[in-house]
């Protein structure tokens, strides 16, 4: 069983559509979250950071963490298509550790048509 | 505020010549560095790290190295390229109080 799974896609929404993206993973020592956007042909930008279970919402953003479930959800409201991109999730274990290892799921590709 | 930047942006390079990227951050001091590659379909590998000058870790068994000469600076190299090295290189970097990591604009290498 990989560490994390996220589902490639890709996945097409009309503009205005309510979209989840999620990830699931099976080390349960991971208590950080971040979901990173990325354009084509471009570096990863940081969306959002949470820490253990709850919600984060910042804007049309919303991020869920379940660690009971093992599983993570990023939500954005009222998709626009500059929303297009891939969506990376990712998470670590050890804050304050020496090296700040992140394991990545795959990515989505979301495609927001007007 | 902090920046990190990439270059070459492209690159063509034939199989068997030698590779150098380069990554520097600005506004941090310190950094935890990271080198990726990015391929169609295999998501983010992580080749090397550093958490100082000197101190290079490496991911992954392959051709390529990556050394720290200064303290946000991060170079990626190989002397001999392979078809199999083409793909898309990230640098990323982290501060010493947080997981999160930020990403350079990236470096797209294609081996002929």
């Known amino acids: 069983q990989k560490e994390v799974e996220q589902d490639p896609g890709p996945l097409s929404v009309p503009e205005g559509a309510i979209v989840s993206l999620n990830c699931t993973y099976s080390n349960s020592a991971f208590q950080y979250f971040m979901w990173y956007r990325q354009y084509s042909r471009k570096g990863p930008e940081l969306l959002m950071y949470t820490y253990s279970s709850g919600n984060k919402e910042d804007g049309r953003f919303t991020a869920q963490v379940d660690k009971s479930s093992k599983y993570i959800s990023l939500f954005i409201r009222d998709s626009q298509p500059s929303d297009s991109a891939t969506y990376l999730c990712a998470m670590s274990g050890v804050s304050g550790g020496s090296n700040y290892k992140l394991t990545f799921g795959k990515g989505t590709l979301l495609t927001v048509n007007p | 505020s902090q920046t990190i930047h990439q270059w070459p942006a492209t690159l063509v390079q034939p199989v068997g010549s030698p590779l150098s990227l380069e990554c520097t951050v600005e506004g941090t001091s310190n950094p935890n560095l990271y080198w990726y590659r990015q391929a169609a379909g295999r998501g983010l590998q992580l080749l090397f790290y550093?958490?100082?000058?000197?101190?290079i870790s490496s991911e992954v068994p392959q051709n390529l190295s990556a050394s720290r000469p200064q303290d946000r600076q991060f170079i990626l190299s190989s002397k001999k390229l392979l078809l199999s090295d083409s793909g898309f290189y990230l640098c990323?970097?982290?501060?010493?109080?947080?997981?999160?990591?930020?990403f350079g604009p990236g470096t797209r290498l294609t081996v002929l």
């Open positions: 550093s958490v100082g000058i000197g101190q």
């Open positions: 990323a970097w982290t501060s010493g109080s947080t997981d999160t990591q930020y």
